[in-house]
DNA sequence: GTATGTCGAACGAACGTTCGTTCTAATTCA
DNA sequence: TGAATTAGAACGAACGTTCGTTCGACATAC
């Protein structure tokens, strides 16, 4: 199905099926769907509360049915299983911050540039879905099989994408270093990650301080001198 | 109960009371102790390995059961519940890893040795107990109650220990840099703490040369510049 | 216009399984 | 013998999932 993911549209497999064109399937083409993709959204959304509150396996189908105001059975006309739930939160999430990454990419050429704006797309992502990213963050290992190897594709091209800019920041300021990529990578990735654990919005800097300064140890760490500040207002849109 | 860990002894409540001297515990006073606690360390131990396999809400007292070569029912004769097992393996590792710590800081003054200390004190922790401190890191919130209080001290300890490091770094070095202490210290935690996701001693670089490239970012990346490098051998032990 | 048929959506109830924990009786060891 | 410790059966509770049914909106037939 068709499921709409911040800007960008995405495939994503759910209980429905369009073998048929969907052509006559309603009266009002779009109402029926509508409606579909509400309900589907408003569970989604309860299941990503509750597991980020509670954790995967603790958080039961009634607790998720109950959040959503949906009765237990009415959950399976969605999702085949518990765990199909789980693969379609992560999903959503990894490709939302896939794509919004890419794209904003297309505006910028240097890569230490990259890099800033790498992290700030992760921490805004990170505020404005605490609970999805906890989700992400914390229940990698929940899913199994087929489900678990597709979120781990995208998880690597997401780490392909970030390890890019981190070898071209290297190559381009630092090319002698003796520092493993890898490594640097890895270490950028939990600073990112481990932000469920500590980082409220409401109490703490806010997130362009946090995203700031996390790029800027960042790069200060790898490069060993302070990087090039952020250009005053980027070139004409 | 004595415990011990590594090489320092730490309280750990275990099922067991000593309301009574525990003189005339035992026909043989060393024996059975010993025989006690060497059964409850491979409880733990089977534990351990299990809930660092499928995780705290999966691992099934019957696994740790089978793992550990005991009845179920003898489990229960070591602890009082399977959260109270947990919260015994969190609590022995959080201390030995605070311990440890504490015991080697005494042996340097200058702060930016002791943070490169502290990062190989907690990498080669990790290395040596990777099960145990991989459900130290991902199951921080499956305790609750006095329980998860605890280890939630324990872990405030080894926070201000580390901050505290950190601060001083900032104090010697940079006293006038903008950068938050608070998010500084949460992002090297990020970055040990996520290690349990990706690193594997066996196929990537050598502890301590992993140990030595998160340091020397981490203190680079606060400092803006290469900090001092290792002096050459430590003094005479 | 009304009755009939169809189909997806949603429901409460129940299924079989597994969980943490407890009970009881047998076994072990000094 | 007697105290400590075991294994295995059994418990109630909670789990994910399925079942048979009902509901309501729309299409068709008369």
Known sequence: MNTTIGTEMVQIESKRTFDQPPAAAQTAPNEGRGDFDARLNRILNAATAVIARVGYEKASM?????????????IYHYFDSKEKMLFLIQFRSFNALLNGL??????????VEQLRLMVRSHTNYFVANMAALK???HELDSLSGDAYAETLAIRRQYY???RGIIDRVFEKYAPNSPADRHVATMCLFGALNWLYRWYDPKRGRSPNVLANQIATQFLQGILGVSPPEEPSPPPPA
């Open 135 to 137: 989700v992400c963050s």
């Open 160 to 162: 392909d994408l970030t």
């Open 102 to 111: 890419r794209e904003k990419l297309h505006h910028v050429a240097d890569p």
């Open 62 to 74: 009634r607790m998720v049915a109950k959040e959503a105001g949906v009765s237990l059975a009415g």
